[in-house]
């Protein structure tokens, strides 16, 4: 059973950048069966998908987002990171990382529990 | 596009049925039949428990289950339980562009 972690820091300023990483356990990145997800739910708001990355390195962005954000691999470590940049008030959310099974009904078959960022000064 | 339309909140009592709507576009719901639905407990993963409409992964109760039609998907739940008191979410793929949209939640409530 594939597990997934987030971490990475609970807070950080206004105009610097957000990394978070996750780890994947139980299963390989590298499997071309999966993209690789950044979801996040801002506090009163639903969720909002980031973007994600193929284990190759592909990636794709919101397009709300995408001037902001990078999405990278590791697959020796078998992780996947966020970067957002430029970050505000706005960006205060819970992140959460998800796989995404390409060849079955593009479903987001398993999360991990999520971490908070407050963006504060 | 903008995200999916989903009630703020539903409640029912145990034993009840509840069904919490997923409202989209022509462009999004109604095109793609790869609805999904997830179950989020505050401090746990979300779980799916619904997908391509009306299939449940192994494992889910069959309790609950999914259908579409049109631009408005539905997920309702029979017999609730005291456990299921949750936030529930909708989400789809929608094509490359915009790649994937996600309804704006429900709380449910067991009374």
């Known amino acids: 059973q594939v597990q997934l972690q987030e971490s990475g820091p609970g807070l950080v300023k206004p105009s610097q950048t957000l990394s978070l990483t996750c780890t994947v356990s139980?299963?390989?990145?590298?499997?071309?069966?999966?993209?690789w997800n950044w979801i996040r739910q801002s506090p009163g708001k639903g969720l909002e998908w980031i973007g994600y990355?193929?284990?190759?390195?592909?990636?794709k962005y919101s397009a709300s987002l995408k001037s902001r954000v990078i999405i990278s691999v590791d697959t020796s470590m078998n992780q996947f990171s966020l970067s957002l940049s430029s970050v505000t008030a706005a960006d205060t959310a819970l992140y959460f990382c998800?796989?995404?099974?390409?060849?079955?009904?593009?479903?987001?078959?398993?999360w991990g529990p999520g971490t908070l960022v407050t963006v504060s000064s | 596009q903008s995200a999916l339309t989903q009630p703020a909140s539903v409640s029912g009592s145990p034993g009840q049925s509840i069904t919490i709507s997923c409202t989209g576009t022509?462009?999004?719901?109604?095109?793609?039949?790869?609805v999904c639905w997830f179950q989020h407990h505050p401090g746990k993963a979300p779980k799916l428990i619904i997908y391509?409409?009306?299939k449940r992964p192994a494992g889910v109760s069959n309790r609950f289950s999914g259908s579409k039609s049109g631009n408005t998907a539905s997920l309702t739940i029979s017999g609730l339980q005291a456990e299921d008191e949750a936030e529930y979410y909708c989400?789809?793929?929608?094509?490359?562009?915009?790649?994937?949209?996600f309804g704006t939640g429900t709380q449910v409530t067991v009374l």
């Open positions: 998800a796989r995404l099974n390409i060849h079955t009904a593009m479903i987001l078959d398993s």
């Open positions: 139980g299963g390989s990145i590298s499997s071309g069966d999966y993209y």
């Open positions: 990355i193929f284990y190759s390195g592909g990636t």
């Open positions: 022509s462009s999004d719901l109604g095109t793609y039949n790869l």
């Open positions: 391509e409409g009306g």
């Open positions: 989400g789809s793929y929608v094509g490359s562009s915009t790649f994937y949209l």
